[in-house]
């Protein structure tokens, strides 16, 4: 089974050509955020918890009674077997997303929080975490930088 490799939030910026994380590091967790909402929109494990860690205040329980179960969502996003589907569907969310990730989040927290807190919690339960589920017309997608392994 294929997943996504384990890289840090570093060696992804880096990629990006934004290896100055002090000078960088704000924009490219917008750019994760946004990637993360747009992973929420199609049902999705958040791709940014794929990495060894999260940002310091991804996920933050805020103002609410509930806690983001980072353990659950990072376990669900390294475990899926990942999909050019999967990487095309996140794309077209991002494009109709605005620039600011936190005006995304704000409003949907605001307006759905039961639907954001039920897809929180219902990662871990997807089939598609399943390699037998990989279809044969949508290979595995090997997206990952030339030279760096799945895992």
């Known amino acids: 089974m294929s997943t996504i490799s384990r890289e840090g939030h570093t060696d992804a910026a880096a990629v990006l050509g934004m290896a100055d994380m002090h000078k960088f590091g704000r924009v490219f967790g917008n750019i994760q955020s946004r990637i ?16 060894d860690a999260p940002f310091d205040k991804a996920w933050d329980q805020q103002d609410r009674d509930w806690a983001f179960p980072i353990d659950n969502m990072r376990a669900a996003a390294r475990s899926r077997v990942w999909r050019n589907k999967d990487f095309d569907l996140v794309l077209r969310e991002t494009e109709r997303l605005p620039g600011q990730a936190h005006i995304s989040w704000k409003k949907e927290l605001a307006t759905n929080e039961a639907k954001v807190r039920a ?6 339960k997807s089939d598609d975490q399943v390699a037998s589920t990989t279809d044969d017309n949508d290979p595995v997608t090997k997206r990952n930088p030339a030279g760096r392994e799945m895992s």
Do not use: I, Q, S
């Not at 747009?38 to 940014?48: D, F, I, Q, R, S």
């Not at 897809?119 to 871990?124: G, Q, V």
């Open 119 to 124: 897809w929180a919690f219902n990662l871990e």
């Open 36 to 51: 993360d909402f747009a992973c929420y929109v199609e049902g999705l494990p958040p791709l940014g918890l794929a990495a």
